[in-house]
């Protein structure tokens, strides 16, 4: 049977207006007064239902409890650190600090993947569902399976080891930091712009063992930070160093490939040389033709563009990174000097580069001719560096010739051990050959024999080119000195032309240590060399 009970309802009190910024409830003395308001009225029915009507009892209704979620949880009470005091609040750097270290160890094992996307991420800017997805995909990265995932979650990562969270020390971080750009690089160059400067900022901002120098050595990084190892440049990167930061791109050019890049690589490093060593002279570096130097110091806050919050206090040092490059410290503040690169700078390289080429392509006969100028330079420039010796372009092709006059010496190389052997073996013979005062001679001395003349040590370079030529080569050879067709005796051979007369180029270069063959718009062979070939071919 069911039963309702009536209430007598109870109207809402009225607001009263106090004034046009704020609002009162009124007191219940006052309702009399606020009648003319309208009242919402309400009136609340219970009804008790004993059975359904069939004699069927029917189980009162339960309230609900959502189950315990101690993620949900933990995110909850990372999320009120963000609101802990005054000082957090407008400062989003401190706030991401603070969470980072409270899910420092935390990790996860969530089965969705939920995109995020944001300028300046955190934690407090995630959902609870793009939290877990990150979580689980750092666990993941920290046991090496680093797998591409959405842009906002990689800096999120890269925030914490430029605070150095999850590991046991700088060192530690620094290196979990450049073996990940390394990797994450290979799904999005986009890290590139920040984590070069984020890598080099590391190095002055943290007390680390290992010096840039030998990090970026290690890490083959070299070639991201010009600016810093121009000044100390060797063999090995000076090509690369320079030609990033030339206004002319050589790389690009025909005459650049893999046969000659070695060739012009070891070239530029050894005009480079003898322009630095003519500045040292005059106590100048070449170096400062490149970059302008500023000795005026500038305020420094490390890791610009990251969500950073320098935690630690600083105590007073200075940090070099190159000649040029200083970064000082004193009182927890940071100043720097340091050179800026000019566009006459880059000018200059692309001139000196773009010369050198075009001497190397004139000295290896290459079929396309190229012309610098120093129209472009910086006439100032150029009269500074003349006062040092330095006149282009005069010291370019002298140090180009220079450089080839040296490579093609052959060298000698005495292996000590053989040479000791024979020592000791002529010692021997020598003790056999002398004969003792008391021996007797023999009436009849022995028939003298005319030893054979021992064999030279080293062909002649001519007799080693004539031996390495084909028929085919020798007879073109013959073809061109007697000023015949020699492109109607490749087709003839079915050869293509430039294969040949390159070949021929090539075995002369191994063996006499130049090209013989002039290929332009004939094909000639340079005078001195013609009596030589005359004697091979016949």
């Known amino acids: 049977m069911d039963t309702v009970k009536n209430y007598q309802p109870e109207p809402i009190p009225a607001r009263k207006t106090i004034d046009s910024t704020c609002t009162q409830i009124t007191k219940p003395a006052e309702k009399a007064k606020n009648q003319s308001h309208c009242e919402v009225q309400f009136a609340e029915i219970t009804m008790e239902v004993c059975n359904a009507g069939d004699g069927t009892a029917i189980t009162p209704p ?10 949900r949880s933990l995110f909850y009470e990372m999320r009120k650190i963000a609101h802990r005091d005054m000082s ?17 160890d935390f990790a996860d094992d969530f089965e969705s993947q ?19 997805t990150y979580f689980t995909w750092r666990t993941r990265v920290r046991e090496g399976d680093i797998q591409a995932t959405s842009l906002s979650y990689v800096f999120v990562y890269i925030y914490e080891l430029l605070a150095c969270i999850g590991e046991c020390d700088v060192q530690s971080s620094l290196q979990r930091l450049g073996n990940f750009w390394k990797t994450y690089r290979q799904f999005d160059k986009t890290i590139d712009k920040y984590l070069i400067q984020w890598i080099r900022d590391f190095h002055i901002y943290y007390p680390v063992n290992q010096s840039f120098s030998e990090f970026a050595e290690e890490q083959d990084l070299k070639k991201f930070y ?8 060797n063999r090995g990167d000076s090509f690369d160093l320079y030609a990033d930061l030339s206004k002319y791109d050589i790389r690009k050019s025909i005459f650049f490939t893999e046969e000659t890049k070695t060739l012009m690589s070891d070239c530029f490093y050894f005009l480079l ?9 005059r106590e100048k570096s070449f170096e400062d033709f490149i970059f302008y130097p500023v000795h005026k110091e500038t305020e420094w806050k490390p890791f610009a563009g990251a969500l950073f919050y320098p935690y630690l206090n600083q ?34 390289i692309g001139y000196i580069m773009k010369e050198m080429e075009s001497v190397l392509r004139k000295k290896l006969h290459f079929r396309y001719k190229i012309h610098a100028s120093t129209d472009r330079c910086d006439p100032v420039v150029l009269q500074e560096m003349e006062s ?4 282009f372009p005069q010291i370019i092709s002298q140090s180009v010739e220079e450089f080839f006059t040296l490579r093609n010496r052959k060298p000698v190389h005495v292996d000590r051990e053989v040479i000791n052997r024979i020592r000791t073996e ?8 002398i004969i003792p005062e008391d021996e007797v001679i023999l009436d009849h001395p022995a028939e003298m024999v005319e030893a054979e003349p021992p064999a030279t040590a080293h062909q002649d370079v001519w007799s080693a080119f004539a031996y390495i030529l084909t028929d085919t080569e020798r007879a073109a050879l013959r073809v061109i000195l007697l000023e015949e067709d020699v492109k109607k005796f490749a087709d003839a051979h079915g050869i293509m032309l430039e294969v040949l007369l390159d070949g021929i180029n090539e075995k002369a270069m191994d063996t006499v240590g130049d090209t013989l063959i002039e290929i332009d718009e004939a094909v000639t062979l340079y005078e001195e060399y013609k009596e030589k070939l005359m004697d091979l071919t016949v």
């Not at 939920?114 to 877990?132: D, E, T, V």
């Open 62 to 71: 339960q309230k609900i409890r959502p189950a315990f979620d101690e993620k």
């Open 88 to 104: 957090y609040i407008g400062n989003p750097s401190k706030v991401f600090y603070c969470q980072a270290r409270m899910m420092e």
């Open 114 to 132: 939920i995109p995020f996307s944001c300028y300046y991420p955190y934690y407090q800017l995630m959902g609870y569902g793009q939290l877990r």
């Open 226 to 233: 010009p600016r810093v190892f121009i000044y100390s440049s």
């Open 273 to 281: 040389c003898r322009m630095r060593k003519l500045c040292r002279e």
């Open 315 to 348: 105590g007073d040092r200075t940090v070099t990174l190159s000649e040029r490059e200083v970064y000082t410290c004193s009182g927890n503040k940071w100043t720097y000097h340091a050179g800026i690169l000019t566009d006459a700078g880059r000018e200059l």
């Open 388 to 391: 040092l010796g330095i006149v």
């Open 426 to 433: 002529a010692s021997e013979i020598q003790e056999k050959l």
